[in-house]
């Protein structure tokens, strides 16, 4: 018998080959990574203002060059990931269209403030680990594309990842006031990061096809706990604790046990409503309405070469 093009498509999935752009692949699988790596790209976009904020307020030139080249990577991660996109048939236009008019989802953490320096710290720590977590895997994602885009992005998010953690060490070391605002700004990240790897997979509706599809290869929930696990003790190093009272070790399990998720605000986030949602994407709105003269100057200037080459 001959095998149907689905068929085919899954037979290279189970034996680990790469789908490229152009096999042919299940409309919803297109539109599945469509979905997934356009939003990936548009949280890297919009989490650059958060640590942008805090630049000109750097404690020392060396901790600004690092945020400088850190703010500068999420520029890069999202370009890539903007590239990779439109492999699958989708215009930048369009995916930037989708983020400006509130259509496309992007991760949920962006919405909070960084309040304090310390907060910077807590961001690399906590955010970029979270990212790590879940981006590792997507290294060996199916679509050829997304996971060659991600080997440079978690090399460059674990740079990310250590200059927080070294940052926050040396708060820990400092002042009275300086380990009061490091254990703030844990206290602060610490649960909106848990949020980040999304619903629980009971409540995750795209998960079952995702694994099927080896776009994840871990479901939420997993990714979730190995988080939590490695955390629980990194937080040691810093002498400080994470605000989360029924955090404790579970013999049984071999993982950290931890309190519930307060998931009424992980969709109020997720649906618009979190503390600096408007605040980011006017951000992002700004920034493309005050480039318009430089995009139609470009595209005058390009306009014009070709008119002089073909003359
Ligand atoms: N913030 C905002 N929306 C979220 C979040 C979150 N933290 N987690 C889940 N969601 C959304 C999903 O996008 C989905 O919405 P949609 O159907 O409108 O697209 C809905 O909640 C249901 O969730 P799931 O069924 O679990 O969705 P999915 O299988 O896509 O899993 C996940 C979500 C884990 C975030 C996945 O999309 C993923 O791995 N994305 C790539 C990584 C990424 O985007 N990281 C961004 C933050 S890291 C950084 O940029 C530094």
Redesign the pocket.
């Known amino acids: 018998a001959t095998l149907t093009l689905e068929e085919v498509f899954q037979d290279k999935i189970d034996n680990e080959i790469r789908i490229e752009p152009k096999d042919w692949m299940p409309e919803a699988y297109r539109q ?1 990574l469509i ?3 356009s ?2 790209a ?3 976009i ?2 650059m203002l958060p640590e942008g904020n805090w630049i000109t307020r750097a404690p020392s030139l060396k901790r600004k060059a690092i945020l400088l080249a850190k703010v500068q990577d ?1 520029a890069g ?1 999202g370009l890539y990931l903007y590239a990779a996109a439109e492999t699958l048939g989708i215009s930048r236009d369009e995916m930037y269209d989708q983020l400006h008019s509130g259509k496309a ?6 919405n909070y403030p960084t309040l304090t320096w310390a907060d910077i710290g807590a961001v690399g720590w906590l ?2 680990g ?2 790590i977590m ?2 590792v895997p ?1 290294c060996r994602n199916s679509y050829g594309p997304y996971a060659r885009a991600m080997v440079r992005v978690c090399k460059e ?1 674990s740079f ?1 990842q250590r200059q927080g953690f070294e940052s926050l060490l040396v708060l820990s070391k400092g002042s009275p006031a300086q380990k009061r605002m490091l254990q703030e700004a844990i206290n602060r990240w610490w649960w909106p990061s848990v ?5 629980s ?1 009971d ?5 079952a096809q ?1 694994m099927k599809w080896k ?2 290869r871990f479901s ?1 929930d997993e ?1 979730r706990q190995k988080f939590v696990d490695i955390c629980a003790e990194q937080v040691k190093i810093l002498g400080c604790t994470l605000p989360d009272p029924d955090l404790k070790w579970n013999e049984a399990t071999g993982h950290y046990d931890f309190g519930e998720i307060n998931w009424k605000e ?1 969709w109020e ?2 649906s618009g409503n979190g503390p600096c949602n408007k605040q980011r994407l006017d951000a992002r709105r700004n920034a493309w309405d005050e480039g318009q003269w430089v995009r139609d100057a470009a595209s005058a200037h390009a306009a014009k070469r070709k008119q002089r080459m073909a003359t």
Not at 105 to 110: D, P
């Open positions: 599945t979905r997934q790596i939003q990936h548009h949280s890297e919009i989490g999420e991660h989802k992007y991760s949920s953490i962006f955010v970029d979270a990212a879940n981006q997507l998010e990310h949020m980040m790897f999304g619903p997979d409540a995750s509706p795209h998960s995702s776009i994840k939420n990714l992980f986030v997720v």
